[in-house]
């Protein structure tokens, strides 16, 4: 098995490529050996002492390096573990009493959506999915809708972009553009 990485617009984040599915749908992010603890892939890099952060999204492993730490060090220490898991085929969330313990995403954020904002909301959500999450992807993130209130859309950067240097030129610049110029009812995207 090998497994690849690309640099990810954060230079604290590396993105590995285990060349086959990690997350079946949906993504999740583990942000404290706390969150970790739900899955033994996470929990192990953590484990590591040197890492902040990890997010698993489709075919992806992004892992964030703690301030100072150097990626020539971590990274074939993070490679060691990610192939470990994957050679032995573990499961990537621990069991629960009735299956596998797939932590919840974090819904503290989500800000409500008045109904009578319906078929705007839709508008931006099919925008996101189609257009910004493939990008955001390809980053080694995500990027979730938290809210639409008054003409402003709420947004939470995942993974490489929740930490990224230019997380809040890609929300201000490229992702408020995009939903203005094709959902004339917004205004402003705001981070979450």
Aim: aromatic share 8%; with cysteine.
């Amino acid at each position: 098995m090998f497994i690849e990485t690309e640099t990810t617009p954060n230079p604290a984040t590396l993105k590995f490529l285990p060349g086959r599915e990690v997350m079946a749908e949906g993504t999740r992010e583990f942000t404290s050996p706390e969150d970790a603890a739900a899955s033994p892939l996470a929990e192990a890099l953590f484990d590591l002492g040197d890492v902040t952060g990890v997010f698993f999204g489709h075919g992806f492993i992004s892992v964030t390096a703690a301030p100072g730490v150097e990626w020539p060090g971590l990274k074939p220490q993070v490679v060691s573990i990610l192939l470990d898991h994957f050679v032995s085929e573990a499961p990537l969330f621990r069991q629960s009493g009735n299956g596998i313990a797939v932590p919840p995403e974090s819904e503290d954020a989500d800000l409500g959506d008045d109904p009578a904002d319906a078929d705007i909301i839709d508008q931006i959500k099919d925008l996101i999915e189609t257009r910004v999450r493939p990008a955001v992807a390809n980053d080694g993130g995500d990027i979730v809708y938290r809210g639409f209130r008054e003409g402003v859309v709420y947004l939470s950067m995942q993974g490489a972009c929740s930490g990224c240097p230019s997380s809040s030129a890609t929300l201000k610049h490229g992702i408020e553009s995009l939903l203005k110029h094709y959902v004339p009812e917004v205004s402003e995207v705001r981070a979450a």
